[in-house]
């Protein structure tokens, strides 16, 4: 059997906008991949008892939350054709306006890379050991909940 | 037998700690009927356990060697 690959998804802080051109970027030799599709989760400023989000603070159960990923990421692939596959979330206090949420998903041709993206979004929200605390502009805060 | 438990989320705001130690618990069962005793909140809030990493549904026994973990809901993404 071989040896399972746990990777570690998290990032500590906002994921750079830089970061997410370089991974493109870094895809450019592989001349097989026809389409790349990205998911990027942005803070949202959402208003709650008239108070405005400033933050979301991200904490996780890494391990168990890594091989959760790990087990979807290979479910994913026997399940569409793609070719590579990089996901990323940040954990610690993530301003408003800021990404903290990364899937990139690639394949031949764009169905695969499309529907293995939204698949690997909703998985993640429903099935991974994060947890968002929206902080408002006067410190208070409330957890979140997914949907 | 001493035992550690992880507390994450919102749980961690209602037993006051990101961890906590129990004795002498031997099945998820316990666990929980003790936690939702120890602390009363708790018992009005919807979390799971977690023992090595996976969701227990059933009511698993527990051992020193166990990782034990307070699941709230998800919110990441």
């Known amino acids: ?7 570690n ?51 996780a159960y890494n391990d168990m939350a890594n091989e959760m ?11 569409y054709p793609i070719t590579c596959m990089h996901i990323y979330h940040s954990l610690g206090n993530i301003k408003v306006g800021e990404i903290c949420f990364f899937v990139f998903t690639s394949s031949a041709h764009r ?8 698949e690997v979004v909703e998985r993640i929200k429903k099935e991974v050991p994060i947890w968002g605390k929206e ?3 006067d410190e208070t805060y409330q957890w979140k909940e997914n949907k | ?14 037993i006051g700690s990101n961890e906590l130690v129990v004795n002498d618990v031997l099945s998820k ?5 003790m936690l939702n005793t120890r602390y009363a909140k708790l018992s009005g809030t919807k979390y799971v356990v977690a023992i090595n990493r996976k969701i227990s549904v059933e009511n698993d026994s527990l051992n020193e ?13």
């Open chain 1, 111 to 118: 169905q695969a890379a499309t529907e293995a993206c939204n």
């Open chain 1, 69 to 79: 990923v790990y087990t979807i990421r290979e479910a994913t692939f026997a399940k």
């Open chain 2, 1 to 14: 037998m001493e035992l550690k438990i992880q507390v994450f989320g919102n749980l961690r705001d209602i």
């Open chain 2, 65 to 77: 060697h166990s990782e034990v973990a307070l699941i709230p809901p998800y919110s990441g993404g």
């Open chain 1, 1 to 7: 059997m071989a040896e399972k690959k746990v990777k």
């Open chain 1, 9 to 59: 998804i998290f990032i500590e802080g906002a994921i750079p906008p830089s970061f997410i051109g370089d991974s493109i970027a870094k895809h450019s030799s592989k001349t097989e991949i026809g389409a790349h599709s990205i998911f990027l989760g942005q803070v949202r400023s959402d208003i709650k008892y008239g108070k405005n989000v400033k933050a979301i603070e991200f904490t």
């Open chain 1, 135 to 137: 902080v408002f502009e």
């Open chain 2, 29 to 33: 069962d316990e666990l929980v009927k």
